[in-house]
């Protein structure tokens, strides 16, 4: 089992900046790919980015390629998602997830999952 408490959410005006952090524990944090996912209301859960368990490798959403930086602390057990020159439409509540996979990007091969944390860009 792994256990992910995501935390670094907010509201913050358009063209903003925050920071998100997921921290883990359980089993060996630095053996899952982790990425980041978001829901907003009345829409299905999507992909945001995901890195690698050796690697470093990463992949990002075209959505947010170029403002989204995913990033991880194996020392700390912790992701991290810095979000830079986020737009009204980056409101959503954010996951983070841990997969078995190289460098996954559907939801389904994500095995853990945060609670989520709320962020709200406002125009």
């Known amino acids: 089992q792994v256990q992910l408490v995501e935390s670094g959410g907010g509201l913050v005006q358009a063209g903003g900046s925050l920071r998100l952090s997921c921290a883990a524990s359980?089993?060996?944090?630095?053996?899952?790919?982790m990425g980041w996912f978001r829901q907003a209301p009345g829409k299905a859960r999507e992909f945001v980015a995901a890195i690698s368990w050796i690697s470093g490798s990463t992949n990002y959403a075209d959505s947010v390629k170029g403002r989204f930086t995913i990033s991880r602390d194996n020392a700390k057990n912790t992701l991290y998602l810095q979000m830079n020159s986020l737009k009204p439409e980056d409101t959503a509540v954010y996951y983070c997830a841990a997969s078995a996979a190289f460098l996954p990007v559907l939801r389904n091969e994500y095995h853990y999952w945060g609670q989520g944390t709320q962020v709200t860009v406002s125009s």
């Open positions: 359980g089993r060996t944090f630095s053996r899952y790919a």
